[in-house]
Structure formats: structure tokens, C-alpha cells
């Protein structure tokens, strides 16, 4: 058990390389193009949400891990930050010592910091109105209630050969692309994520044929 729990937090941890793989997916076998800003602004309609969650897991997870240290001695930041006397209530000394770590924390990891968050900035919509966009996405709503899956799209049989059907991407990386990672993207998360992202392009590619923008 704890071996398979050590595994699913690795996998946790490394959720951007799982990311990262599924769009490269999406860009061989899925019709994205980065060149097109309809297509960016699609992805992260559907799908920043999800990286935000997924990043919120990771900080929350990331917090539980203990630091090295004189200063930190061994503890995490969430662990600091949690003292509790025997009735269930913060402790006040225990809470200054935790704000006291957490600042030596920051302290002893700022030269580790390369910059600060950066905001993600979104893509201008496609539609001229806002009624086109709600009738876009009413639309993809209504194509998922009816399980539709587009033709055209690798997604349905024949559309893929048995490696790709496999769901494994392999990344490339390292200052001139030499070394090599393979990501498994069989969790049906993944492959439900694919046939969204096809669902809404397909929609998308209708309403550019229709001129909606």
C-alpha cells in the first residue's frame, strides 16, 4: 500500500510533464494548432481550470514536505503552521514559532525563487458577441450530453494505429532534445479530456465554417 501511495504522489508531483504530453497529443493526433488563437483560447476555456486545480493539489501536497535544516529541522510548512493544544485550539507560541519558521523558510530558500507567479494571460475570445460564444458553448454541452464523438478527430477506430491507441507520448528534452521520457496517459482522465477537447474543436471548426468570427 504505501508503495502505490508513494507512486500515485510521484505521479501528483510531475502533473505539468503529464500535461505537457497530453498536449503534445492534442498537437499530433488532435487537430490542435498553436499557430491559431481560436485553438488557445479553446484549450484554456476547457481545460485551465483543471491545471489550476491540479496546481492547488500540488502546493497543498508540496506543503506536507519537510524541509531540510538547521532553521526548518525537518519540518514542513504546513506542519508549523498547525499547533494545537489538547482542547483542539491553536496554541498562540506555537503559532508565533510557526510564523517565526515560515519567514527563515522564505528566507533560507529566496535565492531558490527565479520569479515571481506570473498571471496567465487569457485568450481573446474568436466570437464578435458574446451570444455567439453562449451559443458555442451551449452547443459542446449539447454534443457531450448526446455522447457524440466527431469523425476526423483520431478518436475513433481506425482513426489510430495500436501505438497511439496505447495512449503514450514520449517528450523530448535536454538542451538539444537528446534525451527522451515516456508518459503514460492511460488514466481515463486523459482520454476523456482527448474526446472534450475534439468535441469542442469540432464545434469551433462549424462555426468558423458558418463565420461566427
Known amino acids: 500500500m504505501r508503495v502505490r501511495e508513494a507512486k500515485a504522489r510521484l505521479e501528483r508531483t510531475q502533473f505539468v510533464r503529464h500535461w505537457r504530453a497530453f498536449f503534445s497529443r ?12 481560436g485553438h488557445l483560447w479553446l484549450l484554456q476555456g476547457l481545460f485551465l481550470d483543471a491545471i489550476n486545480d491540479d496546481c492547488k493539489t500540488f502546493r497543498e501536497e508540496w506543503n506536507l514536505h519537510p524541509i531540510a535544516g538547521l532553521s526548518t529541522n525537518n519540518k514542513s510548512p504546513q506542519t508549523c503552521c498547525h499547533g494545537q493544544t ?18 527563515q523558510i522564505e528566507e533560507d530558500q529566496e535565492q531558490n525563487v527565479r ?5 496567465v494571460p487569457r485568450k481573446k475570445s474568436p466570437f464578435v458577441t458574446q451570444d455567439d460564444e453562449n451559443l458555442f458553448f451551449s452547443t459542446v454541452e449539447q454534443i457531450i450530453v448526446e455522447g457524440i464523438i466527431p469523425e476526423g478527430y483520431g ?22 532534445g537528446t534525451k527522451s521520457i515516456v508518459v503514460s496517459l492511460s488514466d481515463s482522465v486523459w482520454e476523456a479530456r482527448a474526446t472534450l477537447w475534439c468535441q469542442g474543436l469540432s464545434v469551433l471548426s462549424l462555426f468558423e465554417t458558418k463565420r461566427y468570427f
Not at 26 to 37: P, W
Not at 115 to 119: G, I, K, N
Not at 155 to 175: K, T, Y
Open 115 to 119: 520569479h515571481t507567479a506570473v498571471e
Open 26 to 37: 492534442l498537437e499530433r493526433l488532435h487537430g490542435l494548432d498553436i499557430e491559431k488563437t
Open 155 to 176: 478518436l475513433l477506430p481506425g482513426e489510430q494505429d495500436d501505438e497511439d491507441a496505447a495512449m503514450i507520448e514520449v517528450l523530448q528534452f535536454g538542451r538539444h
Open 86 to 103: 489538547g482542547a483542539g485550539h491553536p496554541d498562540d507560541k506555537d503559532t508565533n514559532s510557526g510564523d517565526q519558521l515560515i519567514s
